[in-house]
């Protein structure tokens, strides 16, 4: 897949494209994101998410607090049914977010 990637990006190149342009074609620095693999933040992410406490040391860096604090919230949000105001009074939500009357 690499290789079709950059024979097209040469031909691209070769018949005028901006560099720009063609960096943003191939996805150049979210490339760069993912060869790095995942960072600190992202793996205190997925605790909050998994419901995991942090270390002390993980704990002492304020975005890794908010990082986990969201993962937590997430999963919260994700455990809730989704409601509309009309399912607040006892009409439940449908997927599409319109409400459905009980008869």
Request: charge should be positive; charged fraction near 25%; hydrophobic fraction near 35%.
């Amino acid at each position: 897949m690499d290789m079709v990637a950059l024979l097209i990006a040469a031909y691209c190149e070769r018949t005028g494209m901006a560099p720009h342009t063609l960096q943003s074609y191939l996805q150049v620095g979210q490339q760069e994101l993912r060869c790095a693999g995942p960072q600190e933040e992202d793996r205190v992410h997925v605790a909050g998410l998994v419901g995991e406490s942090l270390s002390y040391e993980a704990m002492l860096a304020p975005v890794n607090r908010m990082r986990h604090h969201r993962g937590q919230r997430q999963a919260e949000q994700a455990q809730r049914p989704r409601t509309t105001r009309r399912s607040c009074r006892g009409v439940p939500a449908r997927a599409g977010g319109a409400a459905v009357r009980r008869r």
